[in-house]
């Protein structure tokens, strides 16, 4: 696989971290919003922006059975919402993502831009060069799952997720299985897979210390976790994009965090995290599960494609892309059952969004952390 220079990071290295330190903030925090600010504010008619500023709209050119139960007719019992379509309720799984062609294109173009970020390397983690036995959790449309099979052809590769959204067609070391991972304990048996890789579950975990004590019982010894999190806050260094600036973009974190409050206060189970890189949960969660030998690494992934930099350029040119595809179903359920806001409310803010992220005074970008792990004892 060809090699891309990294992109621009907050050191020139991975930042290696013992298990038992606590990790840097990964930015500067943002105020909680409150209902009379950041909620009430996008309810009202918002003013156009100068339109000499905006790029013009263009398409994508030529550069751009389960381990806990087999396929049933539940899981493919659907819920359309607001006209989006959501994956079943079976089980306990009230994930507000949607999974129609609209938000598996989103995904399949976010693979996409964390490869180019990330130097066209699908993970970073120290795992040598004959794993057996490797586990994707959460892996939507599966194109990781795709890649690393192609990669690793002597290594068995299983991707799970609560939707059966993935090609039929695939390698012959892979296979999709239904699962839910939240539902704890995990069935996989102990000491199973020599490398288990999560992504982009941010939404989806109440209990990040739950989730990673089950990927470090299933890990073999020796073997290793990678997780990869985005933070939620749109961010520049230009000073385009300001904390309580009243643009849409500066209170895009915000707001879904007062969403995902909101609506989890109307379930049993509670609100879900919007903070993990803030707040260092996955780090945190590393550490208390027992994995040693723990890195972090965090990369700015700009939104737009206005960088100096031709590289960084195609990236945001993917990430634009991915934010626009999927920008609706990333809100919708939780801003209209969180916030109490319509369906046309929704589409008015994102319509801000949107024509913010073509404005070209602006340089917004929003920080991935990578972080990976082993667990103790020799690999077999």
Not at 81 to 108: K, L, V
Not at 220 to 230: N, S
Not at 334 to 358: A, C
Request: hydrophobic content about 35%; glycine content about 8%.
């Amino acid at each position: 696989m060809a090699q891309r220079p990294s992109a621009t990071t907050d050191g020139p290295d991975a930042e290696k971290l013992p298990a038992d330190s606590a990790p840097a903030s990964a930015g500067p925090a943002l105020a909680n919003p409150s209902d009379s600010t950041a909620v009430s504010r996008w309810l009202q008619a918002q003013p156009d922006y100068d339109a000499d500023y905006y790029e013009v709209d263009s398409a994508l050119g030529d550069d751009a059975g389960s381990s806990t139960a087999s396929l049933s007719a539940s899981i493919l019992e659907y819920r359309t919402i607001h006209g989006r379509r959501f994956h079943s309720t079976r089980g306990n799984t009230d994930y507000w993502g949607p999974n129609d062609e609209i938000q598996a294109n989103s995904m399949d173009l976010s693979h996409h831009t964390l490869t180019l970020l990330f130097g066209d390397k699908l993970f970073q983690a120290p795992i040598g060069d004959n794993p057996k036995r490797a586990l994707d959790v959460g892996c939507g449309t599966g194109l990781w799952a795709i890649d690393f099979a192609d990669t690793y052809q002597d290594c068995e590769v299983i991707g799970t997720d609560i939707s059966p959204t993935q090609p039929y067609w695939v390698p012959v070391n892979l296979r999709f299985e239904i699962d839910d991972c939240t539902a704890i304990p995990w069935t996989y048996a102990p000491n199973s897979f020599d490398f288990i890789h999560l992504r982009y579950l941010f939404g989806a975990i109440r209990d990040w210390n739950a989730l990673y004590a089950e990927v470090f019982r299933a890990l073999r010894p020796g073997g290793w976790a990678e997780a990869c999190e985005p933070s939620t806050y749109v961010r520049s260094d230009d000073g385009s994009i300001l904390e309580g600036d009243g643009s849409a973009l500066s209170e895009w974190a915000p707001l879904l965090k007062e969403a995902a409050r909101k609506y989890g206060g109307t379930v049993s189970e509670g609100p879900r995290p919007m903070r993990m890189v803030e707040e260092g949960l996955i780090v945190k969660a590393f550490q208390n599960a027992g994995f040693v030998d723990i890195h972090q690494e965090t990369r700015k992934c700009p939104l737009t494609p206005f960088s100096d930099d031709p590289r960084l350029r195609e990236v945001g040119t993917y990430a634009r892309s991915a934010m626009e595809e999927g920008m609706e179903g990333f809100v919708l359920y939780l801003f209209t059952n969180g916030l109490g806001w319509s369906r046309e409310q929704v589409t008015i803010y994102l319509s801000r969004v949107r024509k913010e992220l073509r404005d070209r005074r602006k340089s917004p970008y929003v920080e991935v952390q990578v972080v990976y792990g082993r667990k103790p004892g020799a690999a077999s």
